[in-house]
């Protein structure tokens, strides 16, 4: 296993990131366990959740479950110590949590310190902001983006918020770095310019979707991590499993994320069908399995810091953090390369 370092921080986590967002939906506290037990004994040292979480489906009666199951894991293990933990705050949007409060300086405190608290720990390595409160093109936006309604006054007030309610929460030992998710590059660089003018915590990641069929990060995104030492943690690889190949021709095996969450946060559309059978293609031609396939290549990119894997079962487990140790040749990139731009942005 291999290791990056998180932005500026001395902070070094595998390259493969240990996602938790199906434990308590799709997956059992037990098998929530025996996930982390594995991991972490294949050299994953990097787990990663949210307050939100599970989202197979989100739902109040669930919501917060999976930090509690990790919380349990560190009480009956004592592996906190071996861990890099990142967790999110939410924010507006679901009158469950905080009333729908969009993100600010008490909403930080209050997240921060339930979470500590389900978390069974002291400390959080990471906190993200897990989306912005002005708005983004992520989860299926891009398509009616439109960033002219943003109001210009209040955003930046709005990250100056946010970076103070956490820098208290550094100062006090809470947290030690901060991350950003579902963000935009001109987001990403106020942040970054406002804690230098400030003195206030400086972003050390950005969690944003990234795999094959969704590949925005590649552009401006791309040349402000290379500048600025701000990494990406790609969530999605596999695209909510579509890079399997399992959905193709209309299949939704039982137990799938497709047979519970639909259309899978809109990407399940006809749109990707073609590109992802050249991709599935293509590994079957090189004797790989389209599953590491795309887990590799995102491993190639020279932004990447870790890439999120789930699982719900431990065969798909195994398979995910298998794919560190698959290398693509220059013919499979190539290959790669000739999809993508035939089909540049399906999903």
């Not at 894991?73 to 949007?93: H, I, P, Q, S, Y």
């Not at 991350?179 to 310019?193: D, I, R």
């Not at 991590?225 to 209309?250: N, Q, R, T």
């Not at 809109?266 to 079957?284: D, F, I, K, N, S």
Request: proline share 5%; charged share 20%.
């Amino acid at each position: 296993m291999n290791f990056k370092t998180l932005g500026r921080t001395g902070i070094k986590v595998s390259q493969i990131c240990l996602g938790t967002m199906t434990w308590g939906s799709q997956n059992s506290e037990a098998e929530a366990f025996q996930q982390m037990d594995y991991a972490l004994d294949q050299g994953v040292n990097f787990f990663d959740t949210a307050e939100l979480y599970p989202t197979t489906p989100v739902s109040p009666e669930t919501y917060t479950d999976t930090e509690k199951m990790i919380g349990n894991w560190f009480e009956k293990t004592g592996n906190r110590d071996k861990v890099v933990l990142a967790t999110k705050v939410a924010g507006a949007g679901r009158p469950y949590i905080r009333n729908g409060a969009p993100i600010n300086a008490e909403t930080i405190r209050q997240a921060v310190d339930a979470s500590l608290s389900r978390l069974k720990t002291d400390y959080i390595d990471l906190y993200q902001i897990h989306w912005p409160n002005r708005g983004h093109y992520h989860f299926r936006g891009a398509w009616n983006y439109n960033p002219f309604e943003q109001d210009k006054s209040r955003t930046r007030d709005e990250i100056t918020e946010k970076l103070e309610a956490l820098g208290e929460c550094v100062k006090a030992g809470k947290i030690r770095a901060i991350g950003l998710s579902n963000e935009t590059a001109w987001g990403t660089q106020n942040f970054l310019t406002i804690a230098e003018k400030l003195g206030l915590p400086r972003v050390a990641t950005v969690q944003n979707e990234y795999s094959l069929l969704y590949r925005t990060f590649d552009l401006d995104l791309a040349e402000l991590s290379h500048h600025e030492d701000v990494g990406l943690l790609a969530y999605s690889p596999l695209a909510a499993g579509i890079l399997s190949g399992k959905y193709l021709d209309g299949g939704k095996p039982a137990g799938s994320r497709g047979s519970i969450n639909g259309d899978l946060g809109g990407r399940l559309v006809p749109h990707q069908e073609p590109v992802t059978r050249a991709y599935v293609g293509l590994a079957r031609r090189h004797d790989l399995d389209p599953t590491q396939m795309a887990l590799a290549f995102c491993l190639t990119r020279p932004f990447m810091t870790s890439v999120i894997i789930g699982a719900t079962s431990m065969e798909q487990l195994k398979l995910n953090i298998g794919a560190a140790d698959v290398v693509l040749s220059d013919e499979v990139m190539k290959g790669i390369f000739d999809i993508h731009r035939q089909y540049p942005m399906p999903i």
